[in-house]
């Protein structure tokens, strides 16, 4: 073979290629998620039993002291609720961090892979697709929690949209580039224990950071470096209608720089998954 | 299919999207502005907190351990009992600062105006005796007897009858406003700490501190029909202490403040059933209605701080931080 035949033939692709594209990934995310009852609904249970039982425990835990973005005093449950909406799109990313690596496994990442359309444009789909699924989980999870009178303002549900999409986008793209490193599906009990667990306890999902600081300053500075805080307050300030600015720089910067370097370790040229010397070079 | 599933899914976005304006917007429409004053009880001041911007305004010296507090009838002056001076004290509201002050016997702690404002009744805790003040000629027309620790103080709504709680000998006094004296003695549970009547005058409500009861007294038969108690998981009862009670006009809602509980009762006034509690500041006091009833704010003593309750849907919106040790309120259209 000759290097000309390999190289591919480069032209653009109309908006509505990418369109397709687009749509074919998010559907698949889709139609797996909704075929999946069960994931759907043990999505549900992980935070609903940390808001029923744990919050139920330490109710009193909190102490009195009124932080922003709160303007009065609140129950335990009431705090932890946007530390959970996070928790689940923690999971939702690197759960689907887990399907990528079945899809490599299972071959069926080839089927994505061979589309002409450029790599990085793929990975952003699929990123995309998780993300959305993780919306459903969270509006869900909302409508549960505010049965048990744990109510934002009513606009409150609308603002922290943009802050879901953004965290969502950089818990998937963390995802993502995690699983560019794991070769076996056996592997992600490791994910469970080296990231999931300690990103979701070090941060300020289950206490506010002055807490922390009071008990361990240490712990308070590997909270506060933590990605998932800011995620964590990003949302609590969107659901009350307001901004964190720090929470939002933060977030921001980090889905850029997960998703950079997802797109290089899945480029096959240097990334991680390259398996040895690519054929037909020589 | 698609198409058809595109524009549901505009319309439903649009719909959202006006939804949450048309919501921003109503939250956005300013309430008539209404003032409170709010007493306290150790830094010796009276806090003014604007009802449109849930600020303090201004903070007015008074004299010492302010406490039972209430405006005029026309709005112009606010009467501030302050125990440690024995007197009570008036706040002209233009000029905001103490420009008189009333004769009361020792300790004055709650005191009841009558209808037309012109009669101050003051409930002197350390005299045993409720002091009768005449408003307009700053003169005291006469004292009454009563138990030991006069506290709660209530006039029927057609001011016939005046209620008095004394704390130690766990009473609610009935007496007669026209010829001053006591015409009947009701039995509460211990330490019975503020009184509240009915519009329709077919209920009068008074707190028990220690007892951790409301007790409900048909006002015509003098005697207790009901005793409402509350229950608030996690917490021990002693913790329950019920001491101001605020009533709807229409008399169907009734809010309790249950001091330590750090928490505000919400009781069906008609049944007499505890609907919700509602976390509030630590050692809760009294509270006060804005004149429109759209909201209820609550002194919380040892946090230093006021609550701000939207009565509507029953929640706690805000909290202000005021003085040390706020202890009584009232709120006015300045």
């Known amino acids: ?282 | 299919m698609q198409v058809e599933l595109k524009e549901d899914g505009l319309r439903i976005w649009r719909y959202c999207l006006f939804s949450g304006m048309a919501v921003w917007l109503a939250a956005a429409t300013p309430a008539s502005a209404f003032i409170a004053y709010v007493s306290n009880e150790k830094s010796n001041t009276v806090s003014v907190i604007d009802t449109n911007s849930w600020t303090v305004t201004k903070t007015i010296k008074v004299g010492q351990r302010p406490r039972g507090i209430e405006f005029t009838r026309d709005g112009k002056f606010v009467f501030v009992a302050v125990g440690d001076d024995d007197s009570i004290q008036v706040i002209d509201v233009a000029k905001q600062e103490v420009v008189d002050s009333l004769p009361s016997g020792p300790d004055p702690e709650l005191f009841a105006l009558d209808a037309d404002g012109k009669i101050l009744y003051v409930a002197n805790e350390n005299d045993n005796t409720v002091t009768i003040i005449d408003v307009e000629k700053r003169a005291r027309l006469g004292e009454i007897q009563v138990g030991v620790e006069p506290e709660g103080m209530a006039i029927s709504p057609d001011g016939k009858i005046l209620i008095n709680t004394s704390e130690t000998t766990n009473m609610a006094h009935f007496i007669d406003t026209t010829t001053r004296e006591i015409v009947a003695n009701v039995l509460v549970d211990a330490r019975p700490r503020y009184a509240e009547f009915k519009r329709d005058n077919s209920e009068v409500w008074v707190s028990s501190e220690i007892g951790g009861t409301v007790s409900v007294i048909d006002p015509a038969k003098r005697e207790v029909t009901k005793k409402i108690s509350f229950e608030i998981p996690g917490l021990r009862s002693e913790a329950i202490q019920p001491v101001g009670i605020g009533m709807t006009k229409d008399g169907k809602t009734a809010f309790v403040a249950l001091g330590p509980a750090n928490r505000v009762a919400v009781v069906d006034a008609v049944s007499h059933k505890v609907t919700k509690y509602l976390l509030v500041g630590q050692r809760v006091w009294h509270m006060a209605f804005t004149p429109d009833e759209k909201y209820l704010l609550t002194t919380n003593g040892v946090s230093n701080d006021v609550s701000v309750i939207d009565v509507a849907a029953q929640k706690v919106i805000k909290t202000i931080q005021v003085g040390e040790l706020p202890w009584g309120m009232t709120i006015a259209q300045p």
């Open chain 1, 1 to 282: 073979m000759t290097s000309a035949a390999m190289t591919p033939i480069q032209r653009g692709f109309s908006l509505a290629e990418y369109l397709t594209c687009l749509n074919g990934i998010v559907w698949r995310e889709a139609l797996r998620f909704l075929h999946q009852r069960e994931r759907f609904i043990s999505a549900l249970v992980r935070p609903l039993v940390w808001l029923f039982i744990f919050a139920a425990g330490f109710r009193q835990v909190l102490g009195l002291s009124i932080i922003p973005p709160y303007e009065t005093y609140i129950l335990y449950e009431v705090y932890i609720a946007p530390g959970l909406m996070a928790m689940i799109q923690l999971f939702n990313g690197m759960q689907s961090s887990l399907s990528m690596v079945y899809d490599r496994e299972m071959g069926n990442m080839r089927t994505l892979l061979v589309s002409p359309l450029p790599r990085w444009f793929l990975l952003s789909c699929k990123l995309l697709a998780g993300t959305a699924v993780s919306l459903l989980q969270v509006y869900a999870f909302l409508l549960i929690a505010w049965f048990w009178d744990i109510a934002a303002p009513p606009t409150g549900y609308l603002t922290v949209l943009p802050a879901l999409v953004l965290s969502g986008l950089m818990l998937g793209a963390l995802g993502m580039l995690i699983s560019s490193g794991i070769k076996q599906l056996e592997n992600f009990a490791g994910v469970m224990n080296f990231v999931i667990f300690p990103m979701f306890f070090a941060s300020s999902a289950l206490y506010p950071l002055w807490r922390i600081l009071e008990s361990s300053p240490m712990l308070y500075y590997v909270c506060l470096f933590n990605p998932f805080t800011h995620a964590v307050e990003l949302i609590r300030f969107a659901l009350y209608g307001q901004m964190n600015w720090i929470a939002l720089a933060v977030v921001g910067g980090c889905t850029i720089a997960f998703m950079i370097g997802a797109i290089l370790a899945y480029d096959p040229s240097r990334g991680l998954i390259r398996r040895g010397p690519a054929g037909g070079e020589t």
